[in-house]
C-alpha cells in the first residue's frame, strides 16, 4: 500500500463549477501537508501549505487536513480553464532533520470553457 | 532571478552511455534535490544536498550520482544508462527551515 493514495483523474468540470481534490495518506506522523500544481510538460509549484489540523484559504483555494481521517483536500471555487493542471498532494513527518517529502501520484483536473 | 534551471530539455540516450542533467539555482538556497516523475508512481526522491559538499540518498539513488561543489549547482550523472531510468527529472531547492520547494522546468530523458 502507498503511503499516499490519490485518484488520477482525469476529472472534467465546467467553468465555474467548485472542485474537489483528495488525498489520503497512512502514516500518522505526516504533520505538513501541501498542494503543488503542475501545469503540461512544467515543473510542480506549491500553491498551498498547512501544517497539522484545519482549513486554510487563499483566495479561490482552500486547504482542508483532517488528520483524524488521515485525508486531505484541496477546494477550487469558481473553477477556470486556467485552473486545468495536475494537482499533487505532498507530506513530511514532523521528525526533525528529515528531508523526504511523500508526493501523491497528482489527479489532473481539466476545466472546460 | 532565474530560479532554478536545467538542462538539457531532452535527452535520448542508448543503453550504457552515460551522461550529466544540470541544475542551478540562483537563490542561495541550502537544499536542493532530485526527483523522478513516473506515470502512476508520483515524483521520487533520487539523491538530496543539505549545502556544499554534503549529499545523501533519497527513495530510488541506484544508477545514480551526485556532488555539490557550489551552493548553485547540483549535477545529477547517470552512470550507465538503463531503459528503466527512462523519466521526466526534475530538480528543486528550498531554503533551509522553510518547506516551499521551487521545482526546474524538468529534463525528459529517454533511454533506448
Known amino acids: 500500500q502507498k503511503e499516499v493514495e490519490q485518484d488520477p483523474g482525469p476529472l472534467s468540470v465546467p467553468e465555474g463549477a467548485i472542485v474537489s481534490l483528495n488525498c489520503t495518506y497512512s502514516?500518522?506522523?505526516?504533520?505538513?501537508f501541501m498542494w503543488y500544481r503542475q501545469y503540461s510538460r512544467k515543473g510542480p509549484e506549491l500553491l498551498m501549505y498547512?501544517?497539522?489540523?484545519g482549513n486554510k484559504e487563499d483566495g479561490r483555494f482552500t486547504a482542508q487536513v483532517d488528520k483524524s481521517s488521515k485525508y486531505i483536500s484541496l477546494f477550487i471555487r469558481d473553477s477556470q480553464p486556467s485552473d486545468s493542471a495536475t494537482y499533487l498532494c505532498?507530506?513530511?513527518?514532523?521528525?526533525?532533520?528529515?528531508?523526504?517529502?511523500?508526493f501523491g501520484t497528482g489527479t489532473r483536473l481539466k476545466v472546460l470553457a | 532571478n532565474a530560479g532554478v534551471t536545467q538542462t538539457p530539455k531532452f535527452q535520448v540516450l542508448k543503453t550504457g552511455q552515460s551522461m550529466t542533467l544540470q541544475c542551478a539555482q540562483d537563490?542561495?538556497?541550502?537544499?536542493m534535490s532530485w526527483y523522478r516523475q513516473d506515470p502512476g508512481m508520483g515524483l521520487r526522491l533520487i539523491h538530496y544536498?543539505?549545502?556544499?559538499?554534503?549529499?545523501d540518498q533519497g527513495e530510488v539513488p541506484n544508477g545514480y550520482n551526485v556532488s555539490r561543489s557550489t551552493t548553485e549547482d547540483f549535477p545529477l550523472r547517470l552512470l550507465s544508462a538503463a531503459p528503466s531510468q527512462t523519466s521526466v527529472y526534475f530538480c528543486?531547492?528550498?531554503?533551509?527551515?522553510?518547506?516551499?520547494?521551487?521545482f526546474g522546468p524538468g529534463t525528459r530523458l529517454t533511454v533506448l
Open positions: 528543486a531547492s528550498r531554503q533551509g527551515g522553510l518547506d516551499t520547494q521551487y
Open positions: 502514516n500518522s506522523a505526516f504533520q505538513y
Open positions: 498547512t501544517y497539522s489540523s
Open positions: 505532498a507530506m513530511k513527518p514532523v521528525t526533525s532533520g528529515t528531508y523526504k517529502y511523500i
Open positions: 537563490m542561495n538556497h541550502e537544499y
Open positions: 544536498s543539505v549545502g556544499a559538499g554534503i549529499t
